[in-house]
């Protein structure tokens, strides 16, 4: 079981920063997949950014140059630099890890989500 858990939500004003974290834990292999995602109220989830290994990152064309998305080598840790928010920002934030861990004796594939985080642009 691979477990996924997320921090740094919160309420900020508009104009201003945030740091998001989500960590992985488990008997991880490998990981090739990992993003955030966004539900605002009444709206669809929405995928925000993405780092995929075999072809780079993507963002939501309404963060283009506000948001990014980085993680370490391993990428167990994954991180969303907000900044410049807007009201229009606020949703519940989850993050995706995609890739391939130990389980009896075998790898298998994974497709791990955090329990996502209120984030509030208000003031």
């Known amino acids: 079981q691979v477990q996924v858990v997320e921090s740094g939500g919160g309420l900020v004003q508009p104009g201003g920063s945030l740091r998001l974290s989500c960590a992985a834990s488990g008997k991880i292999s490998t990981i090739h997949y990992t993003a955030w995602h966004r539900q605002a109220p009444g709206k669809e989830l929405e995928l925000v950014a993405s780092?995929?290994?075999?072809?780079?990152?993507n963002y939501l064309e309404s963060v283009k140059g506000r948001f990014t998305i980085s993680r370490d080598d391993a990428g167990h840790t994954l991180w969303l630099q907000m900044n410049s928010l807007k009201s229009e920002d606020t949703a519940i934030y989850y993050c995706e890890i995609q890739g391939m861990a130990s389980h009896g004796g075998s790898l298998h594939g994974f497709d791990s989500w955090g329990q996502g985080m209120q984030v509030t642009v208000s003031s």
């Open positions: 780092i995929k290994s075999t072809s780079g990152t």
